[in-house]
Protein backbone atom coordinates (compact mmCIF):
# COMPACT_ATOMS: atom_id res chain seq x y z
CA UNK A 1 0.00 0.00 0.00
CA UNK A 2 1.30 3.46 -1.18
CA UNK A 3 -0.23 6.73 -0.93
CA UNK A 4 0.70 9.53 -2.93
CA UNK A 5 0.28 13.12 -2.05
CA UNK A 6 1.09 16.17 -4.68
CA UNK A 7 1.36 19.91 -3.73
CA UNK A 8 1.54 22.20 -6.38
CA UNK A 9 2.89 25.94 -6.00
CA UNK A 10 0.75 28.40 -6.28
CA UNK A 11 0.65 30.73 -9.56
CA UNK A 12 3.02 30.11 -12.36
CA UNK A 13 6.23 29.07 -10.02
CA UNK A 14 6.35 25.67 -11.40
CA UNK A 15 7.01 23.88 -8.12
CA UNK A 16 5.97 20.52 -7.59
CA UNK A 17 6.31 18.53 -4.06
CA UNK A 18 5.31 14.77 -4.23
CA UNK A 19 4.69 13.08 -0.80
CA UNK A 20 4.95 9.36 -0.85
CA UNK A 21 3.72 7.14 1.95
CA UNK A 22 4.05 3.51 2.29
CA UNK A 23 5.84 0.97 0.28
CA UNK A 24 6.87 1.96 -2.46
CA UNK A 25 6.77 -1.64 -4.80
CA UNK A 26 5.75 -3.12 -8.02
CA UNK A 27 2.17 -3.50 -6.81
CA UNK A 28 1.53 0.24 -7.32
CA UNK A 29 4.15 2.13 -9.24
CA UNK A 30 2.03 2.17 -12.59
CA UNK A 31 -0.49 3.78 -10.36
CA UNK A 32 1.32 6.27 -8.67
CA UNK A 33 3.57 6.73 -11.98
CA UNK A 34 0.11 7.74 -13.77
CA UNK A 35 -1.11 9.80 -10.66
CA UNK A 36 2.47 12.08 -10.40
CA UNK A 37 2.28 12.42 -14.73
CA UNK A 38 -1.29 13.35 -14.82
CA UNK A 39 -0.43 15.89 -12.83
CA UNK A 40 2.79 17.08 -14.31
CA UNK A 41 0.71 17.29 -17.93
CA UNK A 42 -2.53 19.40 -16.96
CA UNK A 43 0.19 21.67 -15.15
CA UNK A 44 1.15 24.92 -17.31
CA UNK A 45 4.86 23.92 -16.49
CA UNK A 46 6.44 22.27 -13.78
CA UNK A 47 10.45 23.13 -13.80
CA UNK A 48 11.33 21.67 -10.13
CA UNK A 49 9.86 18.61 -8.38
CA UNK A 50 10.69 17.47 -5.07
CA UNK A 51 9.91 14.26 -4.02
CA UNK A 52 9.73 13.42 -0.15
CA UNK A 53 10.30 9.95 0.88
CA UNK A 54 10.41 10.30 4.60
CA UNK A 55 7.30 8.51 5.20
CA UNK A 56 8.12 5.87 2.65
CA UNK A 57 9.27 2.70 4.93
CA UNK A 58 10.21 -0.13 1.57
CA UNK A 59 11.34 0.39 -1.81
CA UNK A 60 11.75 -1.82 -4.51
CA UNK A 61 13.70 -1.55 -7.79
CA UNK A 62 10.33 -1.12 -9.48
CA UNK A 63 9.96 2.21 -7.19
CA UNK A 64 13.42 3.24 -8.07
CA UNK A 65 12.95 3.06 -11.74
CA UNK A 66 9.98 5.06 -10.79
CA UNK A 67 11.96 7.58 -9.23
CA UNK A 68 14.73 7.47 -12.62
CA UNK A 69 11.75 7.88 -15.20
CA UNK A 70 10.25 10.81 -13.20
CA UNK A 71 13.88 12.23 -12.55
CA UNK A 72 14.74 11.79 -16.58
CA UNK A 73 11.16 13.45 -17.75
CA UNK A 74 11.64 16.54 -15.67
CA UNK A 75 15.51 17.05 -16.22
CA UNK A 76 14.08 16.80 -20.18
CA UNK A 77 12.17 19.63 -19.61
CA UNK A 78 15.32 21.42 -18.22
CA UNK A 79 13.64 21.47 -14.49
CA UNK A 80 15.30 20.31 -11.67
CA UNK A 81 14.34 17.21 -9.58
CA UNK A 82 15.66 16.15 -6.40
CA UNK A 83 14.42 13.72 -3.35
CA UNK A 84 14.08 14.33 0.14
CA UNK A 85 14.52 12.71 3.60
CA UNK A 86 14.96 8.75 2.81
CA UNK A 87 14.60 6.59 5.51
CA UNK A 88 18.36 4.69 5.78
CA UNK A 89 16.93 1.36 4.78
CA UNK A 90 15.57 3.48 1.26
CA UNK A 91 18.81 5.41 1.45
CA UNK A 92 20.80 1.82 0.82
CA UNK A 93 18.77 0.60 -2.21
CA UNK A 94 19.95 4.02 -3.73
CA UNK A 95 22.96 3.07 -3.18
CA UNK A 96 23.28 -0.28 -3.93
CA UNK A 97 21.36 1.18 -7.65
CA UNK A 98 24.37 3.79 -7.60
CA UNK A 99 21.35 6.85 -8.27
CA UNK A 100 21.82 8.76 -5.25
CA UNK A 101 23.58 11.16 -7.57
CA UNK A 102 21.55 10.80 -10.20
CA UNK A 103 18.35 11.43 -7.97
CA UNK A 104 19.97 14.03 -6.01
CA UNK A 105 19.24 12.26 -3.12
CA UNK A 106 18.93 14.85 0.03
CA UNK A 107 19.06 14.74 4.13
CA UNK A 108 18.88 12.01 5.82
CA UNK A 109 15.71 10.48 7.78
CA UNK A 110 13.69 13.90 8.88
CA UNK A 111 12.40 11.87 12.23
CA UNK B 1 17.98 -27.75 15.11
CA UNK B 2 14.51 -28.70 15.78
CA UNK B 3 13.92 -32.45 14.62
CA UNK B 4 10.32 -33.34 15.07
CA UNK B 5 8.73 -35.58 12.90
CA UNK B 6 4.84 -34.80 11.39
CA UNK B 7 4.57 -31.70 12.81
CA UNK B 8 6.71 -28.41 12.27
CA UNK B 9 6.61 -25.42 15.01
CA UNK B 10 9.38 -24.00 14.01
CA UNK B 11 9.62 -20.47 13.16
CA UNK B 12 11.85 -20.41 9.89
CA UNK B 13 11.16 -19.77 6.84
CA UNK B 14 11.83 -23.01 5.18
CA UNK B 15 12.40 -26.51 7.80
CA UNK B 16 12.80 -29.86 6.34
CA UNK B 17 12.45 -32.67 8.32
CA UNK B 18 13.30 -36.06 7.92
CA UNK B 19 13.25 -35.71 3.79
CA UNK B 20 14.31 -38.36 2.04
CA UNK B 21 14.68 -38.07 -1.83
CA UNK B 22 15.42 -41.07 -4.61
CA UNK B 23 16.44 -41.30 -8.38
CA UNK B 24 14.52 -44.32 -9.15
CA UNK B 25 16.31 -47.17 -6.66
CA UNK B 26 19.24 -44.55 -6.26
CA UNK B 27 18.55 -43.10 -2.92
CA UNK B 28 20.05 -38.71 -3.17
CA UNK B 29 19.33 -37.72 -0.12
CA UNK B 30 18.44 -39.51 3.57
CA UNK B 31 17.22 -38.30 6.86
CA UNK B 32 17.81 -34.55 5.49
CA UNK B 33 16.78 -32.00 8.28
CA UNK B 34 17.52 -28.20 8.95
CA UNK B 35 15.36 -24.69 9.18
CA UNK B 36 16.40 -22.18 7.01
CA UNK B 37 15.74 -18.58 9.31
CA UNK B 38 14.31 -15.96 7.05
CA UNK B 39 17.17 -12.21 5.92
CA UNK B 40 20.12 -14.78 6.31
CA UNK B 41 22.48 -16.69 4.00
CA UNK B 42 21.93 -20.41 4.55
CA UNK B 43 24.80 -22.00 2.75
CA UNK B 44 24.67 -25.92 1.49
CA UNK B 45 28.15 -27.25 1.12
CA UNK B 46 29.12 -30.58 -0.37
CA UNK B 47 31.31 -32.25 -2.73
CA UNK B 48 29.94 -33.05 -6.45
CA UNK B 49 27.61 -35.57 -6.51
CA UNK B 50 26.27 -35.11 -2.45
CA UNK B 51 22.79 -34.19 -2.94
CA UNK B 52 23.37 -30.63 -2.71
CA UNK B 53 21.25 -29.69 -6.14
CA UNK B 54 18.52 -32.76 -5.66
CA UNK B 55 18.02 -30.53 -2.47
CA UNK B 56 17.22 -27.10 -3.89
CA UNK B 57 15.11 -28.60 -6.44
CA UNK B 58 12.82 -30.01 -3.26
CA UNK B 59 13.16 -26.46 -2.10
CA UNK B 60 12.53 -25.16 -5.29
CA UNK B 61 9.58 -26.99 -6.02
CA UNK B 62 11.12 -29.42 -9.11
CA UNK B 63 10.98 -32.07 -6.75
CA UNK B 64 8.20 -33.29 -5.27
CA UNK B 65 8.49 -33.69 -1.43
CA UNK B 66 6.59 -36.54 0.73
CA UNK B 67 4.17 -35.07 3.47
CA UNK B 68 5.46 -33.60 5.70
CA UNK B 69 9.43 -33.20 4.82
CA UNK B 70 9.42 -29.74 3.59
CA UNK B 71 7.77 -26.74 5.33
CA UNK B 72 7.50 -23.17 3.46
CA UNK B 73 5.83 -20.24 6.23
CA UNK B 74 4.59 -22.95 8.32
CA UNK B 75 2.92 -24.96 5.52
CA UNK B 76 3.29 -28.33 4.36
CA UNK B 77 4.21 -27.91 0.36
CA UNK B 78 3.09 -31.66 -0.39
CA UNK B 79 -0.46 -30.39 0.20
CA UNK B 80 0.32 -27.53 -2.47
CA UNK B 81 -2.16 -27.44 -5.36
CA UNK B 82 -0.70 -25.34 -8.62
CA UNK B 83 -1.76 -21.97 -7.59
CA UNK B 84 0.03 -22.09 -3.77
CA UNK B 85 3.40 -23.66 -6.18
CA UNK B 86 2.82 -20.13 -8.39
CA UNK B 87 2.56 -17.76 -6.06
CA UNK B 88 5.38 -19.19 -3.78
CA UNK B 89 7.32 -19.37 -7.74
CA UNK B 90 6.27 -15.40 -7.89
CA UNK B 91 8.31 -14.74 -4.65
CA UNK B 92 11.60 -16.40 -5.13
CA UNK B 93 14.59 -16.23 -7.80
CA UNK B 94 16.44 -18.80 -8.87
CA UNK B 95 20.01 -18.68 -10.53
CA UNK B 96 21.07 -22.33 -12.07
CA UNK B 97 24.33 -23.38 -12.74
CA UNK B 98 24.42 -22.68 -16.23
CA UNK B 99 22.37 -19.49 -15.52
CA UNK B 100 19.65 -20.73 -18.29
CA UNK B 101 18.89 -17.93 -20.27
CA UNK B 102 16.71 -18.37 -23.29
CA UNK B 103 19.05 -18.03 -26.34
CA UNK B 104 16.37 -17.03 -28.38
CA UNK B 105 15.83 -14.09 -26.38
CA UNK B 106 18.52 -10.98 -26.46
CA UNK B 107 19.98 -10.37 -22.84
CA UNK B 108 17.31 -7.58 -21.77
CA UNK B 109 14.59 -10.03 -23.02
CA UNK B 110 15.62 -12.26 -20.56
CA UNK B 111 15.40 -10.71 -17.86
CA UNK B 112 12.30 -8.61 -18.33
CA UNK B 113 10.64 -11.37 -18.90
CA UNK B 114 9.06 -12.18 -15.76
CA UNK B 115 8.78 -8.58 -15.17
CA UNK B 116 6.21 -8.61 -18.49
CA UNK B 117 4.45 -11.66 -17.54
CA UNK B 118 3.86 -11.29 -13.74
CA UNK B 119 3.59 -8.09 -13.83
CA UNK B 120 1.56 -4.64 -14.59
CA UNK B 121 4.63 -2.59 -14.67
CA UNK B 122 4.30 -0.04 -17.88
CA UNK B 123 7.17 -1.10 -20.19
CA UNK B 124 9.63 2.29 -19.64
CA UNK B 125 10.03 0.94 -15.65
CA UNK B 126 10.37 -1.98 -16.89
CA UNK B 127 13.51 -0.89 -19.17
CA UNK B 128 15.08 1.05 -16.29
CA UNK B 129 14.50 -1.98 -14.09
CA UNK B 130 16.33 -4.43 -16.82
CA UNK B 131 19.27 -1.73 -16.93
CA UNK B 132 19.44 -1.55 -13.08
CA UNK B 133 19.89 -5.43 -12.33
CA UNK B 134 22.19 -5.54 -14.82
CA UNK B 135 24.15 -2.95 -13.43
CA UNK B 136 23.94 -4.76 -10.29
CA UNK B 137 25.63 -7.93 -11.84
CA UNK B 138 28.14 -5.85 -13.27
CA UNK B 139 26.66 -6.49 -16.78
CA UNK B 140 26.14 -2.41 -18.09
CA UNK B 141 25.31 -2.30 -21.39
CA UNK B 142 24.67 -5.84 -22.61
CA UNK B 143 21.09 -5.75 -22.73
CA UNK B 144 20.78 -5.95 -26.33
CA UNK B 145 23.52 -8.73 -26.66
CA UNK B 146 22.05 -12.65 -27.14
CA UNK B 147 23.18 -15.21 -24.94
CA UNK B 148 25.56 -16.61 -27.12
CA UNK B 149 27.52 -13.48 -27.36
CA UNK B 150 28.67 -14.08 -23.33
CA UNK B 151 31.28 -15.82 -21.77
CA UNK B 152 30.06 -18.49 -19.32
CA UNK B 153 30.59 -16.15 -16.81
CA UNK B 154 28.57 -13.34 -18.22
CA UNK B 155 25.82 -15.73 -18.54
CA UNK B 156 26.05 -16.37 -14.95
CA UNK B 157 25.55 -12.90 -14.52
CA UNK B 158 23.19 -11.96 -16.92
CA UNK B 159 21.23 -15.43 -15.29
CA UNK B 160 21.50 -13.61 -11.65
CA UNK B 161 20.29 -10.70 -13.59
CA UNK B 162 17.18 -12.43 -14.21
CA UNK B 163 16.39 -14.18 -10.76
CA UNK B 164 16.81 -10.60 -9.44
CA UNK B 165 14.14 -9.52 -11.51
CA UNK B 166 11.00 -9.59 -9.66
CA UNK B 167 13.23 -8.50 -6.06
CA UNK B 168 12.26 -12.03 -4.60
CA UNK B 169 12.14 -12.44 -1.39
CA UNK B 170 14.48 -15.79 -1.16
CA UNK B 171 16.75 -16.24 -3.89
CA UNK B 172 18.45 -19.88 -4.55
CA UNK B 173 21.89 -20.04 -5.78
CA UNK B 174 23.78 -22.55 -7.30
CA UNK B 175 27.16 -22.74 -7.56
CA UNK B 176 27.79 -18.73 -7.71
CA UNK B 177 31.11 -18.77 -7.84
CA UNK B 178 31.51 -21.79 -11.06
CA UNK B 179 32.75 -20.60 -13.81
CA UNK B 180 33.78 -16.66 -13.07
CA UNK B 181 37.29 -15.54 -12.22
CA UNK B 182 38.21 -15.13 -8.56
CA UNK B 183 37.81 -11.07 -8.79
CA UNK B 184 34.46 -11.27 -10.29
CA UNK B 185 33.36 -14.17 -7.75
CA UNK B 186 34.74 -12.05 -4.89
CA UNK B 187 32.48 -9.25 -6.41
CA UNK B 188 29.72 -11.97 -6.90
CA UNK B 189 29.52 -12.71 -3.03
CA UNK B 190 30.28 -9.15 -2.04
CA UNK B 191 26.72 -8.49 -3.86
CA UNK B 192 24.59 -11.37 -2.42
CA UNK B 193 25.80 -10.15 0.77
CA UNK B 194 24.39 -6.70 0.15
CA UNK B 195 21.34 -7.79 -1.39
CA UNK B 196 20.87 -9.48 2.02
CA UNK B 197 21.34 -6.21 4.32
CA UNK B 198 19.33 -3.82 1.63
CA UNK B 199 16.20 -5.63 0.55
CA UNK B 200 15.95 -8.27 3.70
CA UNK B 201 16.83 -10.67 1.13
CA UNK B 202 16.43 -14.65 2.38
CA UNK B 203 19.57 -16.22 0.04
CA UNK B 204 19.72 -20.15 0.27
CA UNK B 205 23.42 -20.79 -1.77
CA UNK B 206 24.63 -24.21 -2.88
CA UNK B 207 28.17 -24.43 -3.45
CA UNK B 208 31.73 -26.44 -3.07
CA UNK B 209 33.41 -23.10 -2.62
CA UNK B 210 34.68 -22.77 0.54
CA UNK B 211 36.06 -19.45 0.66
CA UNK B 212 32.86 -18.07 -0.70
CA UNK B 213 30.98 -20.01 1.83
CA UNK B 214 32.66 -19.51 4.86
CA UNK B 215 32.61 -15.80 2.96
CA UNK B 216 29.03 -15.30 2.61
CA UNK B 217 27.30 -18.15 5.11
CA UNK B 218 25.49 -17.12 8.41
CA UNK B 219 24.55 -20.83 8.66
CA UNK B 220 25.91 -23.67 6.51
CA UNK B 221 25.40 -27.75 6.26
CA UNK B 222 27.94 -30.01 5.09
CA UNK B 223 26.54 -33.06 3.07
CA UNK B 224 28.09 -36.07 2.20
CA UNK B 225 26.55 -38.58 0.35
CA UNK B 226 22.98 -37.56 0.80
CA UNK B 227 22.94 -36.91 4.24
CA UNK B 228 23.88 -34.20 6.42
CA UNK B 229 27.69 -34.50 8.04
CA UNK B 230 27.45 -30.78 10.09
CA UNK B 231 25.22 -27.98 10.29
CA UNK B 232 26.23 -24.98 12.33
CA UNK B 233 27.70 -20.74 12.12
CA UNK B 234 31.07 -20.59 9.53
CA UNK B 235 32.62 -20.84 13.06
CA UNK B 236 30.94 -23.92 14.28
CA UNK B 237 31.25 -25.53 10.82
CA UNK B 238 35.50 -24.73 11.13
CA UNK B 239 35.94 -26.50 15.12
CA UNK B 240 34.13 -29.44 14.26
CA UNK B 241 36.48 -32.46 14.91
CA UNK B 242 34.85 -34.84 12.64
CA UNK B 243 36.78 -36.13 10.29
CA UNK B 244 34.88 -35.88 7.09
CA UNK B 245 34.05 -32.29 7.73
CA UNK B 246 37.57 -31.68 8.01
CA UNK B 247 38.88 -34.13 5.05
CA UNK B 248 36.49 -31.67 3.17
CA UNK B 249 37.59 -28.40 4.91
CA UNK B 250 41.08 -29.36 3.91
CA UNK B 251 40.41 -30.67 -0.06
CA UNK B 252 41.47 -33.83 1.13
CA UNK B 253 40.47 -36.07 -1.67
CA UNK B 254 39.14 -39.91 -0.34
CA UNK B 255 41.33 -42.31 1.40
CA UNK B 256 40.07 -44.68 -1.48
CA UNK B 257 41.10 -42.26 -3.65
CA UNK B 258 44.76 -42.07 -2.48
CA UNK B 259 45.19 -46.02 -1.54
CA UNK B 260 47.56 -47.26 -4.73
CA UNK B 261 47.57 -50.80 -2.89
CA UNK B 262 43.98 -50.88 -2.94
CA UNK B 263 44.36 -49.72 -6.68
CA UNK B 264 47.08 -52.00 -8.21
CA UNK B 265 45.15 -55.13 -5.69
CA UNK B 266 41.70 -54.18 -7.99
CA UNK B 267 43.79 -54.40 -11.09
CA UNK B 268 45.61 -57.23 -10.52
CA UNK B 269 41.69 -58.83 -9.71
CA UNK B 270 40.97 -58.22 -13.32
CA UNK B 271 40.51 -61.50 -15.12
CA UNK B 272 42.81 -61.93 -18.33
CA UNK B 273 40.89 -63.11 -21.19
Keep these: MCTVDIKKSQGDSGYLIVSLSGELNKKVVRDIRDKIVGVIRSSRYVENVTVDLSDVNLIDTAGVALLVLLCQHVKSKGGTFRVVHPQDRVRRVFKLAQLEEFLTVENGNRQ | ?273
Design chain 2, 1 to 273: MKMETGSNDSKALISVRHLNSFYGRKQALCDVSFDIEARRIFVIMGMSGCGKSTLLKHLIGLKKSPPDTVWINGEDVSKWGHREWNDYWLRIGVLFQNGALFNSMTVGQNIALPLTVHTNLPQDIIEIMVEMKLHMVGLSGTAHLMPSQLSGGMRKRAGLARALAMDPEILFVDEPSSGLDPITAAALDELLITLKEVFSMTLVVVTHELESAFKIGDYMIVMDRGRIIASGTPEEIRQMPDSRVQQFLNRRPDEEQRDYDSYISRLCKVKRR
